[in-house]
């Protein structure tokens, strides 16, 4: 069973992830608490931040770093990738964000050097399907990199908004994906 702190910090980053300037009271509302409960167990608005993107880095670590060691064949890790991406869907975009506005050279800890790996594997296996022939070699890796990005948003706000049978989400986003990058 989750913790009142773990839930506080899904409930911000759910919040953060539609409204980057979020307040505590909008925060608190999601998480259907008391704007004190929150001011309990953080600080501060910046502190709770800072504790969501620990968390977010951990886990989207986690799970992408799994994803990329599933399996020898590039075209699997990618896949797998992708769908580490889509499972953790609202902390994948929550920290995606957070790296838009950050620079590299700014990184200090752990959590978000390992984030810049995780990435720099994403990178070298892309590189690697387009000198294989598989992806095509007119789209620049960065692109790829945001279209993978943006397939995810696009699942998560699909999955928000009821649009999409769950069980079709995942099936349509990387088809989608897949086919966008020229993968075969």
Known sequence: MK??????????????NRDESATIEQ???????????????????NTLVEECKQTMLRVCNLKMTEAYHSSEQPAVQIENMFYAALEVGVQYSFVKKLFKRNQYTDLGNNHEVAYDDVK??????????????????????????NLF??????????????????????KFSWTSFKGSIGLH
């Open 149 to 170: 990005g943006g397939m995810v948003d696009i699942a998560i706000e699909a999955q928000q908004a009821g649009d999409v049978a769950r069980n079709d989400i995942k």
């Open 120 to 145: 720099a594997n994403w990178f070298r296996l892309v590189e690697l399907l387009q000198q294989q022939g598989a992806i095509d070699r007119k789209l620049s890796i960065p692109w790829i990199y």
């Open 3 to 16: 913790g009142t702190k773990e839930k506080l910090i899904e409930a911000a980053v759910v919040a953060l």
């Open 27 to 45: 925060i608190a509302n999601v998480a259907g608490v008391t704007r004190r409960t929150i001011h309990r167990c953080f600080n501060d608005r």
